[in-house]
């Protein structure tokens, strides 16, 4: 009896050299210093209340933390962000969504500082 192991290795390993099976990305992005974190909240669908937000979070004084959004998406832009944010050396954060933009089937996006 044959088994389709050595198919299934060959495809993981093609999927793999071209992108389309990666790991996942990180809840919270950190900066270059480490002590302030980015990150991203998505519901289950876009409402009334929006379509997710990205968010940075900074310590402060006796163990708390100060959430202020960065973005806030509204469909058109973008919505149902689903994983962390990354940095470039520049400072700016990229994302992706799950819904939203042009044709209803996500963005990438960018925040510039």
């Known amino acids: ?16 050299a071209s992108g389309l099976l990666t790991t996942a ?9 480490g002590t302030t974190y980015q990150g991203t909240t998505s519901g ?6 929006g379509c997710g937000i990205v ?3 900074q310590p402060g004084a006796n163990g708390t933390w100060t959430e202020k959004v960065l973005h806030s998406f509204h469909g058109e832009d973008g919505g149902l962000p689903y994983a962390g944010v990354i940095f470039d050396s520049a ?11 042009t044709y209803g089937n996500g963005t990438v996006f ?3 500082p």
């Open 1 to 16: 009896m044959r088994t389709a192991k050595p198919l299934l290795i060959l495809v993981a390993m093609l999927a793999a």
């Open 110 to 112: 960018e925040i510039m």
């Open 91 to 101: 400072g700016n954060l990229y994302g992706t969504t799950n819904g939203g933009g």
């Open 44 to 49: 289950s669908y876009c409402d009334g209340f």
């Open 55 to 57: 968010f940075q979070l």
């Open 25 to 33: 990305a990180p809840a919270f992005a950190a900066s270059k210093d």
